[in-house]
């Protein structure tokens, strides 16, 4: 018996605040690319830290924090995956791809929020 890759809904996604309802202040992360019926399917919530059980400065953003680096994910595997294959391609002149540093700087601005 092998075993099955697990593979994850593809990206882009994005960090979307609720703004009403059971899970408003919280974060929901959206699918670009997948919808029900126009709708973009959630690949994920993220809820906000408690302010009770963590002080009000680690509580402070870091739920936004984390909204960003998740919604990221696919791209940065994405970029990761694509310098890695090239810097061991053994055809690869060892040189540095500008295009690949470009869209790496792009995606951790994601990532951070920015």
Known sequence: MT????THTPGPWKAVPTASGYWKG??????????????PLDVALVRRINAETVSPQTAD???DANASLIAAAPDLLAILTRI???????????????DD?????????????K
Do not use: N, Q
């Not at 075993?3 to 697990?6: E, F, I």
């Not at 810097?87 to 540095?96: E, H, K, Y």
């Open 84 to 98: 890695i294959h090239r810097a061991t391609t053994p055809l690869s002149d060892g040189g540095i791809d500008w």
């Open 101 to 113: 540093v470009k869209a790496a700087r792009a995606i951790i601005a994601k990532a951070e929020g």
């Open 26 to 39: 919280e974060f929901r992360i959206e699918s670009a690319t997948r919808t029900h019926s126009g709708i």
């Open 61 to 63: 953003g870091e739920s």
């Open 3 to 6: 075993a099955s890759k697990a």
